[in-house]
């Protein structure tokens, strides 16, 4: 069985950083491409960043040059660094994978950009 597990989340002031992470089971882990999308309230759910098996990284323009994705297929981890943080990076941040054709998602972690 598919699981994802967030962690990291929290309050952090305007210009602050935090990391997020993902624990993956179920899957061989370094085989597959991982995403990290956020919903912030009364908003879609968006695609944030993506990291392929290969390490290939994607990034909306909203979070270039501040986010990085990265993996540890040791620790069947992935997280996202998020420097210099604006208010409107307040969301809650998911992971995702596709695995047979499939979506699955973890429950979320709350990240809260605020003074």
């Known amino acids: 069985q598919v699981r994802l597990g967030e962690s990291g989340g929290g309050l952090v002031q305007p210009g602050g950083s935090l990391r997020v992470s993902c624990k993956a089971s179920g899957i061989n882990f370094r085989l597959y491409a991982l995403d990290w999308y956020r919903q912030a309230p009364g908003k879609e759910r968006e695609l944030v960043a993506s990291i392929s098996s290969d390490h290939n990284t994607y990034y909306v323009d909203s979070v270039q040059d501040r986010f990085t994705i990265s993996r540890d297929n040791t620790r069947r981890t992935m997280y996202l660094q998020m420097n210099n943080l604006k208010p409107e990076d307040t969301a809650v941040y998911y992971c995702?994978?596709?695995?047979?054709?499939?979506?699955?998602w973890g429950q979320g972690t709350q990240v809260t950009v605020s003074s």
């Open positions: 995702h994978t596709r695995h047979q054709g499939r979506d699955f």
